[in-house]
């Protein structure tokens, strides 16, 4: 066991655990952070996506000594009020169904629109390819992804 | 108007006890407002609410809470289901708020979401339940403002009596409603009234879902709570030898390791009480990551089953399931397919003279389809949460058919029935697969032996080796043609293991002179269960394919060449058993080639057409593909639904596009295979899911316009799919592809 002084969603949090437990565990199970899900758990399925800085990442192979001092972000920090672009935008689209997923969709797609303002068909597709959608919601997830950029780009 | 007697379901419509009522507010967290909620608007909260019947309760101020009967998975009736209730009861939408039931049979009847039966079920009890309580309203207003009852109008959660000028909110006669009698009667709108049925609304727990607030059993939460997880046999046809649980029981966070037996011996099984691994060993800890290291060092011993045979009492009636002993194969499945394929099978329809038109024809058209097992792979991996305290058990998890966990839980753990109580949370997904309850009841029997509440967790990799899988079939289709080329006999025989996937009664039977339809099966010990269109998702498939074929042998439009049998179904029909409506079926056919452009298709872009009747609904796809590099692109799909009337119809199209999304990665890469007995795949890393580039780029839904009360919608879309996938592969490659999976390892097609 190890202590960890962790930056979540703004707040500098510690926690006390084996080094290599996943920060996926450790912010559902620590934190009762559950938004971040749990599909896979070997970073084939994208639902247990955060930000580690700006950047996606599985959270399922992202070991809690591994962060060090970078910042994370979760589904429940992505905005204060849920009025996040991409939030507003699965919101407008009508996105879910059984919803399981589409907290790690929307951290994927919120990463793609911070580097990438106004992506392509196939740059969406291609980033959004590694968070599966067993309900099948891709093309409303594309139209969501589409609109929360044209909404950026105005605001 | 249609007039309803209250009489079904009464117990539903009497003021009860047994649910939060008058006075107590409910917590902000349960509740899922139709609106977005801000901190004044939760303030508006009513000082007090008055239950009118097990449905509904109405505020002093005018809101009204809906409990929402049935488990919801993903079809969004968490919003529809209050829709029909809120429609008869006359109230605006952003008075709503949405509570989910718990379990209760008495209060919400049959809470089962499966079959495509949600609406259907509850189109007329939900229905009345608002219409009930209108009335009492209108009643309490009469006696209140002592006029006819005739003479008050209820309107927008308003009650008005026009001569004395005088109206009132819902809230203001509920306290006196709450305490009328239940009319005998209640009158029903006509669709020409509905204000909400038949428009959009968004789903309700969208905000929820987009700021990741706990809603799935996965999520629950309790003091003191213990995670669980349980290791099963790594192959069919293995159970339980002996664990040495020292080393695990001595890593950090570890509680306990045991063992537990999910069924007496001489429990009477139900239909869903489906389960290949009944004696597990169950680890318990703190937390989930030490219970997954700690898992590691079980050192458990399997030994094989025995042969046994066993009666399940399902909705199909008594049946007797043999388990065979052993360690199955694919390949060794696909040889005993093979050899069942070419013996006579069970004559289940004969039409006419099928074997002397085999005899005299021209020329005979054989195709052989198959598909392998399937696994269900909800995005949420099956869990469970149960706190056994003394004889009373408290359980949640995601449950497609809570009711179907009594028996089991009464016999296994000796609690009496009224002492269960369940918690219905959303679920991942089901697609069938949670209607077998397996895991929640391991977890109310770890639960009971280590005396803690736990929750147990499946790993994705228990998830899917766990069985209860779609079964692997196997049709073949004859057609007999003269010398004109006319299409004179057609003969099915189709089998699967451990089930035949064959519906004899189903179109093209009906629309033939001479039809033979057989069936076979293959004893396994693989368990199987509902997946998504149960038998049909196969059928589907491979009759259509065929009828595509031969449409092409005799010439004619493929779309024409369906029409043409169904116009032949109606005019004149073969057999009285025939189960669709060819009119409803050649009526999806219609729409879509109308909104799809038929033959209006670029010469790059291939075309296939499929339609089926399921689920009590009709769906025809055109799906358009083109050719990269070899590889398939789906462009789009063009689909139509007769689903009868569609409650919310933006959330019917949001399933239709799923479903034709899965069915399109189920038909293209779908596929569990076994070697002595152990399934080859256990993660994502190798169980091909179709992912966002391989989704189709356009999906265009239509339905048709009618006033039939509604019939399916889950699972209707979903079996015409692969039919539409084969048929436009054929276009595109120039070849016909008669097993599925139709690519495997990102293979090239064609």
């Avoid at chain 2, 308003?158 to 005088?166: F, W």
């Avoid at chain 2, 001489?266 to 800890?285: Q, R, S, Y």
């Amino acid at each position: 066991m190890a202590k960890f002084n962790l930056k979540i969603n703004g707040n500098i949090q510690e926690v006390d655990v084996d080094p290599n437990t996943p920060m996926l565990w450790v912010l559902r199970d620590h934190f009762q952070l559950v938004g971040t899900k749990y599909g896979c758990g070997i970073a084939q399925c994208g639902a247990c996506t955060v930000h580690l800085g700006d950047n996606a990442v599985r959270s399922c192979q992202l070991p809690v000594s591994a962060v060090g001092d970078k910042a994370i972000t979760t589904i429940e920090g992505l905005s204060e009020n849920g009025d996040h672009p991409v939030q507003k935008a699965w919101l407008e689209v009508d996105v879910p169904q059984c919803g399981y997923c589409q907290a790690g969709q929307i951290m994927t797609a919120s990463a793609l629109l911070k580097k990438n303002p106004s992506p392509s068909d196939a740059e969406i597709e291609s980033a959004m390819d590694g968070n599966i959608c067993r309900c099948g919601t891709y093309t409303r997830i594309k139209k969501a992804v589409k609109l929360a950029a044209v909404e950026t780009e105005n605001s | 108007m249609t007039v309803i007697k209250t009489k079904f379901g009464r117990r539903a419509f009497i003021k009860n006890t047994s649910l939060a009522s008058g006075g107590m507010i409910l917590g902000f967290n349960l509740l899922a407002s139709c609106k977005d909620k801000t901190v004044e608007e939760v303030m508006l909260m009513p000082k007090e609410w008055f239950e009118i019947n097990s449905y509904l309760k109405i505020g002093d101020n005018g809101l009204v809470t809906i409990y929402t009967p049935n488990p919801e998975f993903g079809q969004n009736i968490r919003t529809s289901m209050p829709m029909l209730v809120a429609e008869e009861l006359d109230v605006d939408w952003q008075s709503v708020l949405v509570e989910q039931a718990p379990y209760h049979k008495e209060n919400f009847g049959f809470q089962f979401t499966g079959g495509s039966q949600g609406i259907r079920r509850r189109w007329e009890s939900l229905r009345t339940a608002g219409a009930t309580a209108k009335q009492m309203l209108r009643q309490a207003a009469a006696q209140n403002w002592q006029v006819p009852v005739e003479e008050i109008t209820a309107e927008s959660g308003m009650l008005h009596h026009t001569s004395s000028e005088k109206s009132a909110g819902y809230g203001e006669m509920a306290a006196l409603a709450a305490t009328l009698e239940v009319p005998e009667v209640v009158k029903l709108k006509e669709v020409k009234d509905f204000k909400l049925i038949g428009k959009s609304h968004k789903n309700i727990d969208a905000k929820d879902i987009v700021t990741g607030k706990p809603m799935f059993g996965m999520d629950y939460q309790k003091e003191g709570m213990l995670i669980a997880m349980v290791e099963h046999p790594p192959a069919f046809g293995l159970t339980l030898s002996s664990v040495d649980a020292e080393e695990a029981k001595a890593m950090p966070g570890i509680k306990d390791v045991v063992t537990i037996k999910s069924y007496k011996d001489g429990f009477e099984k139900g239909g869903f009480d489906t389960n290949a691994f009944p004696e597990l060993v169950a680890i318990v800890g703190n937390s989930t990551w030490e219970v997954m290291q700690a898992r590691k060092k079980l050192r458990v011993e399997w030994k094989p089953i025995t042969a046994s045979t066993e009666t399940v009492k399902g909705f199909r009636g008594e049946e007797t399931k043999n388990i065979p002993a052993g360690l199955e194969s694919s390949t060794n499945h696909k040889v005993q397919m093979a050899a069942l394929a070419a013996k006579p099978g069970k004559i289940v329809r004969k039409d006419g003279k099928p074997v002397a038109a085999f005899k005299k024809a021209a020329k005979v058209l054989e195709r052989t389809y198959s598909a392998p097992f399937l696994a269900h792979n909800t995005m949420e991996p099956l869990n469970a949460f149960a706190f056994v305290q003394g004889n009373k058990v408290k359980l949640a998890g995601p449950m497609q058919i809570p009711s179907s966990m009594l028996p089991a839980i009464t016999s296994s753990l000796g609690i009496p029935e009224e002492n269960i109580e369940m918690d219905i949370p959303r679920m991942g997904g089901g697609f069938g697969r949670k209607a077998y309850g397996h895991y929640v009841l391991e977890a109310a029997l770890i639960s009971q032996k280590v005396n803690s509440p736990v929750k147990l967790i499946y790993t994705r990799e228990d998830d899917m080796t766990n069985g209860i899988y779609r079964p692997t079939y196997q049709a073949t289709y004859r057609a007999a043609f003269d010398v004109d080329n006319n299409l004179t006999a057609l003969h099915v025989k189709a089998g699967g293991i451990p089930e035949s996937p064959l519906f004899a009664n189903r179109f093209p039977a009906g629309a033939l002179d001479n039809y033979l339809a057989e069936e076979w099966s293959i004893d396994s010990n693989i368990t199987i269960g509902a997946f998504r269109a149960p038998r049909s998702n196969f059928m589907a498939g491979a009759e259509q394919a065929f009828l595509d074929e031969v449409a092409e042998t005799i010439g004619k439009d493929p779309i024409q060449f369906r029409l043409d049998l169904l116009k032949r179904a109606k005019e004149n029909p073969v057999g009285e058993e025939n189960d669709y409506d060819a009119d409803r079926y050649a009526g999806v056919l219609e729409l879509v080639r109308e909104k799809s452009g038929w033959k209006q298709n670029d010469e790059n872009v291939h075309r296939g057409v499929s339609a089926y009747f399921c689920h009590n609904s009709y769906a025809a796809h055109i799906l358009d593909v083109t050719m990269k590099e070899g590889t398939p692109i789906v462009q789009k799909v063009c689909c139509a639904i007769d689903c009868g009337i569609v409650v919310n119809p933006d959330a019917a199209k949001n399933m239709a596009e799923g479903a034709i999304t899965d069915g399109i990665g189920n038909a293209l890469y779908g596929e569990l295979t076994f070697k002595d007995g152990v399934p080859q795949k256990n993660n994502f890393h190798q169980y091909q899911m179709i992912r966002s580039s391989d989704a189709p780029k356009e999906i265009d839904v239509h339905f048709v316009q009618n006033e039939i009360e509604p019939t399916g919608m889950g699972e209707p879309p979903f079996p015409p799919i692969f039919g539409a996938v084969a048929n436009a592969l054929y276009k595109a490659t120039g070849q016909r592809h008669y097993e599925q999976p139709f690519v495997k390892e990102k293979q090239v097609v064609g």
